[in-house]
């Protein structure tokens, strides 16, 4: 069962926030959070996710930045990351999750990072924001299916 959703990312405040946002969307009775590999504890969803997010119908305003830790790992039944560097860095940090690790951008061809779009222009948001929904769809469809 895949009850607990945990999504990864550097700062926690621009792409793990808005994927926490799109999962709780399609499964509202599953406990998801996300976290960051350096975060900016305690920082709010950054303003450019925020506002893309806020007009795709996603409230970001009660989010807050923080720093991935072991016990998240374990309580996790699924971890996913936006880039494959993320993932071998938590498969370092915390090896017993290394099973439950994916990129958000995992499919069947491969799949693909997903860019920071962090210091960088609105277009960038606007591609993560992008390819962060359409690879929740394609994890939503993989996740009812394991449920």
């Known amino acids: 069962m895949m009850n607990a959703i945990l999504v990864v990312c550097v700062g926690n405040i621009c792409r793990s926030p808005v994927a926490e946002a799109f999962l ?3 499964f509202p009775d599953k406990r998801i959070w996300s976290a960051g590999l350096s975060a900016l504890v305690g920082k709010p969803a950054h303003p450019t996710a925020r ?3 806020a007009r795709g119908g996603l409230d970001l305003s009660g989010h807050r ?3 991935i830790s072991g016990w998240m790992c374990s309580e996790a039944d699924l971890i996913l990351v936006m880039e494959a560097g993320h993932r071998a860095e938590l498969e370092q940090q915390f090896p017993l999750a290394r099973g439950k690790i994916h990129r958000l951008g995992e499919s069947r061809d491969g799949g693909m990072d997903i860019a920071d779009p962090y210091k960088r222009p609105h277009s960038a948001f606007e591609a993560a924001h992008a390819d962060i929904e359409r690879s929740v769809t394609h994890w939503a469809a993989r996740i009812r299916k394991l449920s």
């Open 65 to 67: 930045a923080q720093q």
């Open 24 to 26: 709780k969307q399609h």
């Open 51 to 53: 506002e893309i997010a």
